[in-house]
């Protein structure tokens, strides 16, 4: 029954690996990820932070590109540098704590969501910026 459940979870963990769902997907619907910066051009890279994770996912003929980092600055300042950086952007929703920041912002073109966290011990902030086309 053990060598039997952990086949499944071998297998489940392949199937995600390889980008596989129950639903099937077609060609071209495929996320592709990579640890490169691949925001917009008009999103600017957080200075001195590094690169984690990258994804760009097809979503209802809509794209989101999501960009994993890191970085020693606090939440407030990754927090601000974005909404003094984006100023094109009109903030919808706003959360700042001593573990965890959320900001939303919108403009007649695209979505931005930055979530952040924080954790006592730890050196970094680890962060995301998730961009979707309207």
């Known amino acids: 029954m053990i060598r039997s459940l952990s086949l499944s979870i071998i297998v489940v963990l392949l199937w995600s690996a390889a980008g596989c769902s129950s639903g099937g997907s077609?060609?071209?619907t495929?996320?592709?990820?990579?640890?490169?910066?691949?925001?917009?051009?008009?999103?600017?890279?957080?200075?001195g932070a590094t690169t984690t994770s990258s994804s760009t996912i097809p979503m209802n003929?809509?794209?989101?590109?999501s960009q994993g980092l890191q970085s020693k600055d606090s939440l407030k300042t990754v927090v601000d540098f974005y909404r003094t950086h984006l100023t094109d952007f009109k903030v919808t929703q706003s959360f700042l704590n001593d573990t965890a920041a959320s900001l939303n912002m919108?403009?007649?073109?695209?979505?931005?969501?930055l979530s952040a966290g924080h954790?006592?011990?730890?050196?970094?902030?680890?962060?995301?910026?998730?961009?979707?086309d309207k």
């Open 26 to 28: 077609s060609l071209g």
């Open 30 to 47: 495929q996320p592709s990820q990579s640890t490169k910066y691949s925001l917009p051009s008009w999103v600017p890279k957080y200075p």
């Open 61 to 65: 003929g809509h794209t989101q590109i």
């Open 106 to 113: 919108e403009n007649a073109k695209y979505t931005v969501t």
């Open 119 to 132: 954790y006592p011990g730890d050196p970094l902030t680890t962060f995301t910026v998730n961009v979707l």
